[in-house]
């Protein structure tokens, strides 16, 4: 099993920035095959893919809404994942979830991801 554990959310001005934190334990991820993924849910919204990061970094994608906005990293050392938010604007508000999947495939849908976070919520007020 996986746990994984959001942080950083919370209220902030549009133009300001935020850094979400995406903390995994139980299984540890020793290979290159994990990609892990940031999706969120706007309200009355369907969720959402906004980043996802492979295993050496060396493969990032992004939402074209967020695209020169959003940076996705990790640290496998921590078992940690970030997504650091600048030039927010108040339609990125929204609980912003982290996840885990196997394989390069299918990154941007959610149904492709195996493990998910609670979530942390980001508004972003005009």
């Known amino acids: 099993q996986v746990q994984l554990v959001e942080s950083g959310g919370g209220l902030v001005q549009a133009g300001g920035s935020l850094r979400l934190s995406c903390a995994a334990s139980g299984r540890t991820f020793s290979t290159a095959d994990y990609v892990m993924g940031w999706f969120r849910r706007a309200p009355g919204k369907e969720r959402t893919f906004v980043a996802s990061i492979n295993w050496t970094g060396s493969s990032r994608y992004y939402a074209d809404s967020v695209k020169g906005r959003f940076t996705v990293s990790r640290d496998n050392a921590k078992n940690t994942m970030y997504l650091q938010m600048d030039s927010l604007k108040p339609e990125d508000t929204a609980v912003y979830y982290c996840?885990?999947?196997?394989?390069?495939?299918?990154?941007?849908?959610?149904?492709?991801?195996?493990?998910w976070g609670q979530g942390t919520q980001v508004t972003v007020s005009s």
């Open positions: 996840a885990v999947k196997t394989g390069s495939a299918a990154i941007m849908t959610p149904l492709a991801y195996t493990y």
